[in-house]
């Protein structure tokens, strides 16, 4: 069993930032990549950050140089900090992992979901 805990969603004026966390637990045995998807309004989800075990990250255009994600491997946490947000970063946030439970499978999780609304 693996569950994510994800935390830091809320509204914020515009120009204003939020800290999203994801915690993992459960029988892990390595995770690979972990990040976050948004889902806007009447819009399908699309990836914002992800961060892989090794350090690598990856962001959306619309999000360079105001998001930064940053993971604790000792934790099984990933932090996304988003600054100078807009209002079309509103949606609804969910945490995604990848992980192995042995050192053969893989799996994908998503977490529950967190609302980020920035409005003035």
């Known amino acids: 069993q693996v569950q994510l805990v994800e935390s830091g969603g809320g509204l914020v004026q515009p120009g204003g930032s939020l800290r999203l966390s994801c915690a993992a637990s459960g029988s892990i045995f390595s995770i690979n990549t972990m990040g976050w998807y948004r889902q806007a309004p009447g819009k399908e989800r699309e990836l914002v950050a992800t961060i892989t075990s090794g350090g690598s990250t990856n962001y959306a255009d619309s999000v360079k140089g105001r998001f930064t994600i940053s993971r604790d491997n000792a934790k099984n946490t990933a932090y996304l900090q988003m600054n100078s947000l807009k209002p079309e970063d509103t949606g609804v946030y969910y945490c995604?992992?990848?992980?192995?439970?042995?050192?053969?499978?893989?799996?994908?999780?998503w977490g529950q979901g967190t609302q980020v609304t920035v409005s003035s």
């Open positions: 995604y992992v990848r992980l192995r439970m042995t050192a053969q499978d893989e799996y994908r999780y």
